[in-house]
């Protein structure tokens, strides 16, 4: 699907659409910012092979809300979306609303899922706890993961999820994060050393952190972005600083994760002219 010998796979994560015209947290409509993420994505040099979102599709899960990211996400054309709930979701409601997605309709009371984006696998793991804004990983969801993971020992694996597995240091969001499962979690992947990477949402930044023998990583958001405040007593609170979205490329060898700028920008702009750099 690229003019390049790479595979690329797009993340964005934490949209929280509301129905048409409604605010989230009675200050910002997140869908012009989807949007411009869209469009970012749609501009991109490489045309992606897939893009996953991790998570917080809808701040409520509910049908309107589903019906108007499926809009949002209609430009997309005949690019493979892959969804993934978040504590904000719905599970049920996702799978009616997005019921021509068959890979949301298995895995039985969870929505996880096992697919190919070119030479990687792409595991989709539900960490989704009904009700509460935290992250479960428990005994059925990882005996899931160890049975894909063994099935796919000759492929680049990258984990897709919503809470993220480590500690973030932003205390308000890691008092919501995986409360449980994260040391089996961490333990399942260091035995599975082509676990190129595990790519979360929930934190709405860039976080990168060394866990299980590789790498896990979080995104920002298309919209707000939680504030950076370390503070263990500090407060819950976003703020709109520039929204971006990652792009995941696999070399043959390596997955190599740029950080991608959601909006059109100036550029760009040669450095050199006539085999000079520009004075």
Not at 109 to 123: A, D, K, M, N, T
Request: charge should be negative; charged fraction near 20%; hydrophobic fraction near 40%.
């Amino acid at each position: 699907m690229n003019s390049t010998p790479y595979t690329f796979l797009v993340q964005i994560t934490d949209l929280h659409i509301r129905e048409p015209g409604r605010l989230a947290y009675g200050r910002i409509d997140t869908a012009p910012y989807l949007r411009r993420t869209v469009d970012s994505v749609l501009a991109l040099r490489q045309k992606p092979d897939a893009v996953v979102i991790t998570g917080d599709l809808s701040d409520f899960g509910r049908e309107a809300e589903y019906a108007h990211l499926a809009g949002l996400l209609a430009p997309l054309g005949d690019l493979p979306v892959y969804l993934l709930p978040g504590n904000h979701d719905e599970r049920a409601q996702l799978r009616r609303s997005f019921a021509r997605h068959a890979y949301l309709q298995g895995g039985g009371e969870f929505v996880q899922y096992s697919v190919r984006v070119g030479p990687l696998r792409l595991i989709a793991l539900d960490t989704v706890e009904p009700g509460q804004s935290h992250g479960t990983l428990c005994a059925q969801r990882l005996a899931w993961l160890e049975r894909e993971l063994a099935a796919c020992r000759d492929e680049p694996v990258v984990i897709a999820m919503h809470h993220p597995p480590f500690r973030t240091l932003i205390g308000h969001m890691d008092r919501i994060g995986l409360l449980e499962g994260a040391a089996q979690f961490e333990a399942i992947v260091a035995r599975h050393a082509n676990v190129e990477r595990i790519i979360c949402g929930h934190l709405h930044r860039a976080i990168d952190v060394r866990f299980g023998g590789t790498i896990a990583s979080t995104c920002p958001a298309p919209g707000h972005q939680v504030a950076l405040d370390l503070q263990p007593d500090a407060p819950s609170a976003w703020m709109l600083e520039p929204p971006a979205f990652r792009v995941h490329a696999w070399d043959g060898q390596r997955l190599v994760s740029h950080l991608a700028a959601a909006g059109i920008f100036e550029g760009p702009y040669p450095f050199h002219e006539n085999g000079m750099l520009i004075d």
